[in-house]
Antibody
Framework: EVQLVESGGGLLQPGGSLRLSCAAS????????MSWVRQAPGKGLEWVSA????????YYADSVKGRFTISRDTSKNTLDLQMNSLRADDTAIYYC??????????????WGQGTLVTVSS | EIVLTQSPATLSLSPGERATLSCRAS??????LVWYQQKPGRAPRLLIY???NRATGIPARFSGSGSGTDFTLTISSLEPEDFAVYYC?????????FGGGTKVEIK
């Protein structure tokens, strides 16, 4: 059974940093692309970042480019999102999502339960 | 960036009725259009991928159609558990984008 479990969310002030983690199990983690997708309170879904399962190339939404870094550790089956220079509009539930293949621009067949990040002074 | 516009924003229907949801892309996404269902407090769930393919375990009352810029998700006969928010997503071009969602509520 595929499981994705996020952790690391919390409350922090603007300008701060946070590292989210997603523990993956139930599939060959190294072969699949992974993404982070966020959802601001009461709002829709926004894709944030992806990492390829083919060559570990990375992709970012313009809204987070230069501030967020996605990475994976295939020895631990974990996906991380390092978030720096956080702003109030980064407040959201952050979901870890598995892509359907190693190709990063896919659809998301499994999602974690999400972790809440709140940026507020 | 490809903008996805979903309509209507809210659909008020009764159980047993047919629901027709629309997703329009600002330019062609070929058949690379995906549909998700999201219930309050829950993560999205994959329903339909590549315009018309039902995901594993999705009931046959859910169907998708369309190509290019115009897509439709149809729920043939609403069950109580189908009242939720539905999102479309394109995977044709970077960045991956989602539509704003259609809420299907009980009338």
């Amino acid at each position: 059974e595929v499981q994705l479990v996020e952790s690391g969310g919390g409350l922090l002030q603007p300008g701060g940093s946070l590292r989210l983690s997603c523990a993956a199990s139930g599939f060959t983690f190294s072969k699949y692309a992974m993404s982070w997708v966020r959802q601001a309170p009461g709002k829709g879904l926004e894709w944030v970042s992806a990492i390829s399962g083919r060559d570990n190339s990375t992709y970012y939404a313009d809204s987070v480019k230069g501030r967020f870094t996605i990475s994976r550790d295939t020895s631990k089956n974990t996906l991380d999102l390092q978030m720096n220079s956080l702003r109030a509009d980064d407040t959201a539930i952050y979901y870890c999502a598995k892509a359907n293949s190693g190709w990063p621009i896919g659809y998301f067949d499994y999602w974690g339960q999400g972790t809440l990040v709140t940026v507020s002074s | 960036e490809i903008v996805l516009t979903q309509s209507p924003a809210t659909l008020s229907l009764s159980p047993g009725e047919r629901a027709t949801l629309s997703c329009r892309a600002s330019r062609s996404v070929s058949s690379y259009l995906v549909w998700y269902q999201q219930k309050p407090g829950r993560a999205p769930r994959l329903l339909i991928y590549d315009a018309s393919n039902r995901a594993t375990g999705i009931p046959a009352r859910f169907s998708g159609s369309g190509s290019g810029t115009d897509f439709t998700l149809t729920i043939s006969s609403l069950e109580p558990e189908d009242f939720a928010v539905y999102y479309c997503q394109q995977r044709s071009n970077w960045p991956i984008t989602f539509g704003g969602g259609t809420k299907v509520e009980i009338k």
